[in-house]
């Protein structure tokens, strides 16, 4: 039996989107350029939160296989591109990984397959790069090959809302595309939402994360100028929260993190700028407020030293939770780092402690990590609660004496001082 699903990226993307095509009923083998990756998923052992090992044995009892060889292409009649986009250093996306995939795919793709684009990328992108690369061959999109963007929209340690249950929105680079796609995630998703073209589908993910970003910039903004005034903002977030319609709350941190709000709003800000010549300010003053807020973290350490007039220079600092999300053991783009980095710079000693991370591989400074967390809480000269991870007990670390700064909301004492 020919493999009819090939996805290429077995990360936080790909990795769901092939449970639940092995739900089913796909047959499907996953492509990946890392031998690590590879063959830790055919001995049935994850990388990725959320899958367990369990998940991956039960993948593999239903078909599955993980391979470094692209020959497996040539027998698919679905391709899903899930390798990473990030940034690189003129703020636009790095598409070197999309696009090799889609070279590899254009060397081995049957007529008649289905290539859709998964990776978050710009407007244009699918049609633009992606069609001329598949075409060269002379396969027509739209005839002989078809060719559609889907965003993903997985949200880690989510416990509602996983990939099945989350509507998938689909763009086809033409109207035949489109059906092709659509019919084929609706085998996989409870729910489809078919947009005009690709171009659509990908603004679609854009917008919901730039979304998120300027409003965590407005809330991260009212935080600094609330301490300023003596206001709680925290309790005036949750006041706002009960009004039925028309506000959503957001709540302010000590920066954003993951792979998708420091980043996505950053594509559609480079095309704006690069095809026309002017500024998304909304963007880029959400990002530069964003990023401002690991340097007013250490600001508010400082004032704290300060008030008993201790020096941070020379001071211990206990960071508590430096993965980028609650309960989830991912460190890429966690804000802790740059918290980490100021510190030091200002000449502080960094130690940290995480329950669900081991060693801080993306720390770009010494930290030492806690040993014993009852006996760093009461030596630290200051704590800072960066993550709200479910493993603490935060009445306990409130109880402790520490002089306490809590980015999350989460803390109350005499100790505590909030964001």
């Not at 055919?42 to 993948?59: E, F, I, P, Q, T």
């Not at 925290?234 to 709000?261: E, N, Y």
């Not at 493993?391 to 700064?405: C, F, K, Q, V, W």
Request: charged letters at 20%.
């Amino acid at each position: 039996m020919a493999d009819d699903l090939v996805v290429i990226g077995l990360g936080y993307v790909g990795l769901p989107l092939v449970q639940e095509a092995v739900r089913s009923g796909h047959r499907v083998v996953g492509l990946d350029t890392s031998p690590v990756v590879v063959d830790r998923l055919n001995a049935g052992r994850s990388h990725v939160d959320d899958l367990s090992d369990d998940d991956v044995a039960a993948m593999l009892r239903g078909g599955f296989r993980a391979t470094v060889d692209p020959t497996c292409l040539a027998a698919a009649s679905v391709i899903v591109i899930c390798v990473p986009t990030p940034l690189d250093s003129h703020d636009g996306p790095d598409l070197g990984s999309v696009m090799a995939a889609t070279s590899t795919i254009a060397s081995h793709v049957r007529p008649g397959a289905l290539v859709v684009l998964e990776s978050t990328t710009y407007p244009g992108t699918t049609e633009d790069l992606l069609r001329p690369v598949l075409e060269a061959g002379g396969l027509v999109v739209g005839r002989d090959l078809y060719l559609a963007f889907s965003p993903e929209r997985i949200d880690p340690g989510n416990p509602r809302f996983g990939l099945r249950n989350t509507p998938k929105v689909v763009g086809g680079v033409t109207a035949a595309c489109g059906r092709r796609a659509q019919a084929f995630y609706r085998t996989v998703v409870d729910e489809v939402v078919v947009v005009p073209r690709a171009r659509e589908a990908e603004l679609t993910k854009l917008l919901e994360n730039t979304y998120r970003h300027i409003n965590i910039a407005l809330v991260n903004e009212m935080a600094k100028f609330c301490h300023d005034l003596d206001i709680d903002l925290w309790s005036v977030i949750d006041a706002a929260a009960t009004k039925p319609f028309g506000f959503q709350p957001f709540r302010p941190g000590p920066g954003v993190g993951g792979h998708c709000i420091p980043i996505d709003p950053n594509y559609l800000s480079y095309k704006v700028r690069s095809d026309l010549g002017y500024p998304f300010r909304f963007v880029e003053l959400a990002q530069e407020i964003n990023a401002s807020m690991p340097g007013y973290v250490v600001d508010r350490v400082a004032e704290s030293l300060e008030r008993d007039g201790i020096s941070l220079s020379g001071a211990r600092v206990l960071l508590l939770g430096v993965s980028y999300k609650r309960d989830i053991a991912d460190d890429r783009e966690s804000p802790a780092s740059a918290v980490a980095a100021s510190l030091h710079d200002r000449g502080a000693t960094v130690v940290y402690d995480d329950p669900v991370i081991g060693e801080w591989r993306h720390c770009p400074v010494p930290a030492t990590r806690a040993g014993d967390l009852g006996v760093e809480l009461a030596t630290a000269d200051a704590v800072v609660l960066l993550q709200d991870h479910s493993a603490y007990d935060l009445d306990a670390i409130a109880a402790s004496g520490a002089r306490l700064l809590d980015t999350r909301g989460r803390l109350t004492g005499t100790t505590v001082e909030r964001l």
